[in-house]
C-alpha cells in the first residue's frame, strides 16, 4: 500500500507570494491532518480535514487554509508568505478522526526568502 | 494552554548503551500519549499510551506512561546507529465534539555513535 505523499517536496518562494502545498493519503484513509514543523517550535498542529470538512484548527493565522476534496487528497494554502513561513509542513493521515496512529508523509520543505 | 516538554533536548550515546527519554505534559483532558520518531523527514509512529502503568513494548524499545505524575518515558536498550533521531512525544487531547488534536513536544535528538 503506497504512503502519504505529499508535492511538492521542495519549494522556494518570496514574501508576499502565496503557495499551495498538496498531500495524498494512504488509500482509504480519510482524516488528513497539517503540521509545520521548524526548529524553534518544533512539529505545531495546523489543521484536520475528514469527509472534506476542516475539525479543528491549530493556532495560526487566517493567512493559512486548506481544503479536502472528495477522494480525500488535501492541498493547504499560505497566503502573503513571511519569512517565518519558512519551514516542514507534513501531512499525516489516519483512518478516521479517532485514529491516533498517524502515517506521515515526506514533508515539503518550504523555503521564504 | 496545553504543553508538551521533552528532556534531553539531545543525547549523545555509544552504540550498546541504554537510553531513557523523557515527557512530560500539563494538558486539560488527556487522551493518549504518542511517540514517534523522525529521521530523516516523517515521523513514524512507535507507540500510543493511554493507561497507566502498562508498558508497550517493541523490540528493544519499550515505553511507560504515568498518568498521576503526568510523564512518559522511552527506553531503547542496547542502542544501535540505525536509533539516531529525533524522538518526538504528541498528547492527545480532545478538539471540539469528536475531533482530537495533537499537542507536540519539540523532541529529543538521539546520537548514537559506533
Known amino acids: 500500500k503506497a504512503g502519504v505523499t505529499q508535492t511538492p517536496r521542495y519549494l522556494i518562494k518570496t514574501r508576499g507570494q502565496q503557495v499551495t502545498l498538496s498531500c495524498s493519503p494512504i488509500s482509504g484513509h480519510r482524516s488528513v491532518s497539517w503540521y509545520q514543523q521548524t526548529p524553534g517550535q518544533g512539529l505545531q498542529f495546523l489543521f484536520e480535514?475528514?469527509?472534506?470538512?476542516?475539525?479543528n484548527k491549530g493556532n495560526f493565522p487566517g493567512r493559512f487554509s486548506g481544503r479536502q476534496f472528495s477522494n480525500s487528497r488535501s492541498e493547504m494554502n499560505v497566503s502573503t508568505l513571511e519569512l517565518g513561513d519558512s519551514a516542514l509542513y507534513l501531512c499525516?493521515?489516519?483512518?478516521?478522526?479517532?485514529?491516533?496512529?498517524?502515517?506521515f508523509g515526506p514533508g515539503t520543505r518550504l523555503t521564504v526568502t | 494552554e496545553d504543553k508538551v516538554v521533552q528532556s534531553p533536548l539531545s543525547l549523545v550515546v555509544h552504540e550498546g548503551d541504554t537510553v531513557t527519554l523523557n515527557c512530560s505534559y500539563e494538558?486539560?483532558?488527556?487522551?493518549?500519549l504518542l511517540w514517534y520518531k523522525q529521521e530523516k523527514k516523517a515521523p513514524t509512529f512507535l507507540f500510543m499510551l493511554t493507561s497507566s502503568g502498562i508498558e508497550k513494548k517493541s523490540g528493544r524499545l519499550s515505553s511507560i506512561l504515568d498518568k498521576k505524575e503526568l510523564f512518559s518515558i522511552l527506553n531503547i536498550t542496547a542502542t544501535q546507529t540505525g536509533d539516531s533521531a529525533v524522538y518526538l512525544c504528541?498528547?492527545?487531547?480532545?478538539?471540539?465534539?469528536?475531533?482530537?488534536?495533537?499537542?507536540f513536544g519539540k523532541g529529543t535528538l538521539l546520537t548514537v555513535n559506533p
Open positions: 494538558v486539560t483532558n488527556f487522551r493518549s
Open positions: 480535514y475528514f469527509s472534506e470538512t476542516q475539525r
Open positions: 504528541a498528547v492527545v487531547t480532545p478538539g471540539g465534539g469528536s475531533n482530537y488534536k495533537l499537542t
Open positions: 499525516a493521515s489516519s483512518l478516521d478522526p479517532s485514529g491516533y496512529e498517524q502515517y
